[in-house]
């Protein structure tokens, strides 16, 4: 052979190259199906659990609204209970049925404390300043 049909003459390592393949069909879809599926997927699963999260909260809320009305509410009775129990004739009864021997006050009974040295212009308001430690008894 000569050197011009050498060069026409295909050489064996080019009939060993092969032609690139062309994708299958089955290649895209996985490649770009799948992901968006798994992303779907994904994307539920994420979803009830947040919904399930939410009505878990939601009931709590309503739990502890019922229990906010029921303490506002036993509030409400025992402000009452405490009106009656404070009320002049439920205390007049009272001295009625223990028969207790009450009498007017004596202006004995009665004391003012008065400090002496009294703070002025801003000063302390404490009856017991530095100076005087005991108030005195009038």
Do not use: G, W
């Not at 490649?31 to 878990?56: D, G, S, W």
């Not at 009320?87 to 007049?92: M, Y």
Request: proline share 6%; with cysteine; hydrophobic share 40%.
């Amino acid at each position: 052979m000569n050197e011009f049909t050498r060069k026409m003459k295909p050489s064996l390592s080019a009939d060993r190259v092969r032609q690139p393949r062309k994708k299958s069909r089955a290649a895209v879809v996985m490649a770009v199906i799948l992901p968006a599926i798994v992303f779907a997927f994904v994307m539920i699963c994420f979803r009830i659990h947040y919904t399930t999260q939410v009505e878990k909260l939601n009931q709590k809320a309503a739990y502890l609204d019922n229990e906010i009305e029921q303490v506002r509410y036993n509030i409400q009775n025992i402000q009452n209970r405490k009106d009656a129990l404070c009320s002049l004739p439920h205390i007049r009864k009272q001295i009625a049925r223990f028969n207790l021997p009450l009498v007017p006050r004596q202006p004995s009974q009665l004391s003012y404390l008065r400090a002496e040295n009294s703070p002025s212009n801003h000063q302390s308001n404490s009856a017991f300043s530095s100076e005087n430690r005991v108030a005195q008894v009038k």
